[in-house]
């Protein structure tokens, strides 16, 4: 696609639910990033992926959060047994190189409510 | 924890008005990043600064980053209701890091 490609868009978990939220990112970008942008903040880094090494997950805010690439294309964040305090906008992007300093592409992000 | 600090948080002015964002931080970023970010959207690149000192100019957009790499700022002129939105800076700690520090974002209204 054009664009990086979030899906779904809106999604209401009650507490406890398991939840799913995938990104297509740019055809052909090594490097996919997940962010977490809570209401009013700016995006706080989760995880990172070159191709489908998961170089980097120290964001990630407890074990409960778990993100997969297993082709170097999509990705899947997937939180478990979800919190009212993991309601945010999950916001996946990707950049075509390797290494940092590269142009990121964001996706319109994943908007999660927890009830 | 935010590294970047982002002044002001919220900013109202007229259109056709100047304004100024801040962006500090303790820190010193080899690169940084101002995005623009509209509601139900993903934040998207305005300009990368990676020289101490160095202004950038886009349209009626100016950015600086400070001489130590600490610190920046974005100034519009004549702002257009267009401007409105989201503005966050973004640092990279240092070259080749593969996450980016965002700062706490400042929502600018440019009131026609």
């Known amino acids: 696609g054009a664009g990086v490609s979030q899906s779904p868009r809106y999604k209401v978990a009650k507490r406890g639910q398991d939840v799913a939220l995938r990104c297509d990112p740019i055809s052909g970008h090594v490097s996919l990033f997940w962010y977490q942008q809570a209401l009013g903040q700016g995006p706080e880094f989760l995880t990172y992926f070159q191709n489908e090494a998961q170089l980097d997950k120290s964001g990630l805010p407890s074990d409960r959060f778990f993100a997969e690439r297993p082709e170097g294309s999509v990705s899947t964040l997937k939180i478990q047994r979800t919190q009212q305090e993991d309601s945010a906008v999950y916001l996946c992007?990707?950049?075509?190189?390797?290494?940092?300093?590269?142009?990121?592409?964001f996706g319109e992000g994943s908007w999660l409510t927890v009830v | 924890t935010q590294l970047l600090e982002q002044s002001p948080q919220f900013l109202s002015i007229q259109e056709g008005e100047n304004l100024t964002v801040y962006c500090n931080s303790s820190?010193?970023?080899?690169?940084l990043q101002w995005y623009r970010q509209e509601p139900g959207e993903g934040p998207v690149l305005l300009v990368t600064v990676v020289t101490g000192g160095e202004v950038k100019k886009l349209k009626r957009l100016t950015f600086q980053f400070g001489d130590a790499r600490k610190d920046s700022s974005l100034h519009i002129t004549a702002a257009q209701p267009g401007d409105t939105g989201l503005y966050l800076c973004?640092?990279?700690?240092?070259?080749?890091?593969?996450?980016?520090?965002f700062g706490t974002g400042t929502r600018l209204t440019v009131i026609p």
């Open positions: 992007a990707s950049t075509p190189g390797r290494q940092g300093g590269n142009t990121i592409y």
């Open positions: 973004a640092g990279e700690e240092q070259t080749g890091a593969n996450n980016l520090f």
């Open positions: 820190s010193v970023f080899s690169s």
